[in-house]
């Protein structure tokens, strides 16, 4: 086992063992500070998030084109789905979820990245008004209010 090129000397005995040693330190060497230079940038991006047991968090859901993962389907589809309730803290990193019926299928315990914190605004809650259909399913549309007066 020689690295070097065939046109140099042949090294025999410990000269040879010397000169692997060297190398191998030098590639070990090498391969620490990229290393340590992939794990800088990853840093960067990296967030420590922690969450307490009953927390609301929202679930991402995956952006890939063509894949249908919680029901969710396209490119204009949510990028996370309704707030769920952290039932207890899996491992370092990992969070156990209250997920509704229509997701039993799908395993209850997800990362980090993909939880974010659900902050709650009263303002963001939509009254829902009783709508009354007849027999043939049909309803009367009626104005709420004039918005805007235009005569001729």
């Known amino acids: 086992m020689c690295w070097d090129d065939s046109a140099e000397a042949v090294v025999l005995g410990p000269q040879m063992v010397q000169v692997m040693v060297e ?3 030098l590639i070990r060497q090498k391969m620490k500070a990229a290393q340590d230079r992939q794990k800088s940038y990853t840093d960067l991006h990296r ?5 307490a047991v009953g927390d609301k968090v929202l679930l ?8 249908m993962r919680f029901g969710k389907r396209g490119k204009l589809s949510q990028k996370f789905i309704s707030p769920y309730e952290i039932l207890a803290r899996v491992g370092e990193v990992a969070y156990r979820l209250t997920l509704p019926p229509s997701l039993e299928r799908v395993h209850n315990v997800f990362h ?7 902050v709650s605004d009263p303002s963001h809650v939509l009254e829902v008004e009783n709508i009354e259909l007849d027999k043939a ?10 918005l805007d007066r235009k005569v001729s």
Do not use: H, N
Not at 112 to 118: C, E, G, V
């Open 137 to 146: 399913l049909a309803y009367a549309e009626v104005p709420k209010e004039i």
């Open 112 to 118: 980090t990245s993909q939880l974010r914190k659900y």
């Open 47 to 51: 967030r420590d998030i922690e969450f």
């Open 60 to 67: 991402k859901v995956s952006p890939m084109r063509g894949v």
């Open 23 to 25: 190398e191998v330190r």
